[in-house]
């Protein structure tokens, strides 16, 4: 039988550890509240340019170096076997002075021109949102870059299976994923060189394979070959490329609007905007929620903004800046229904 004095002893011993968790959770609260004020780490990148203009750093190195001139790209980067092929280019795992880097070449004469301004689009939106762009040699259509080991954005499933990554395969990350591609999205509708629409994406497995993984599992765009400008004060909108476009992953103002009776024709087309890329948000999320366990709920926070990102009007659908608070704002809500979760659990 328990004594009057062990009962004693006992409820102040209960209080304290109530105390201790009690505390414990507001500590965490308050964590994940200044997580979201701050727009420190939910801004996973911030606009700090790392090095001045035409300038690059490696993770490895951390101190600035030029962009390598054609001359060093010819004599100090060594091509050491293909890893990658789109349209435009082939792109070469490399070494540079002990640094894999990749080596992109144009594939053929025909995609000059998008080639050209892929490089032009790379060298004006180097920031962390970006590829690290490290050289280029013009005369040789050559373009050198940071190597992503992960390869594209198409890869995660694959990368999550990986041994390596299997624990990081929670709706945390792959939300935080889909946020950051919002991020991009964002960066590049409000970049230092205007209002771009990320073009080459007709299809989910295209638009992911123009975003690359880095090794700790972040996003940054590569392919920026198709990024028209979207000029508001000329009233000016954007095509993406000149034939007739299918299907409903693009966006239903970029369909041929006469019928099938009507011959198609580039000039007849009329053009759009920046909304084309809100459209194309719920799908490239929903394939990176998956599914594991939390991904549904995700997709129940995010019901409402999807729904509004595919408006058959285009005026009518949110910026990349709404979605990109409400992404952020159900993260938060999440996160804290989760610790609330965990700490009843606990008692
Ligand atoms: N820096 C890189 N690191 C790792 N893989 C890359 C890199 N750049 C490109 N790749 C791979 O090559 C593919 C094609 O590259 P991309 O620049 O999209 O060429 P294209 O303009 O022809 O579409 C990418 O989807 C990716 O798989
Ligand atoms: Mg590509």
Redesign the pocket.
Known sequence: MAKAGDTGRTIPVVLLCLGALLCGNLILYLYVETLYKSSGPLEYLDDEPVCPRAHFSLKATRNCTPWLSCEAVRREVRPLRL???????Q?F?SEWKGNKV?L?RL?SEEFLD?FLH?LDMLKSLQSKYV?TLIGLCMEDHTIV?????L??L??INVVFSFEKYKNLNTWHNRFRLAMEYVFIINFLHNSPAGTRVMC?SSDLNKTL??Y?LTNDLHLVA??L?ALPLVDKNANDGVKCGHRELFGNFVAPEQLWPYGQDVQFTDKRMPSYDEKTDIWKIPDVTDFLLGQVEGSDVVRFHLFDTHKSCKQQDPTARPSSRTVLEAYKSAYVTLIKGNMAHAARDML
């Open positions: 890893t990658g092929q789109g349209a435009v280019k792109v795992l990749a992109s594939s998008d892929g590829v870059t940071e190597y992503h080991p390869g594209s198409a890869n080459d394979s123009q690359l590569n392919d070959d």
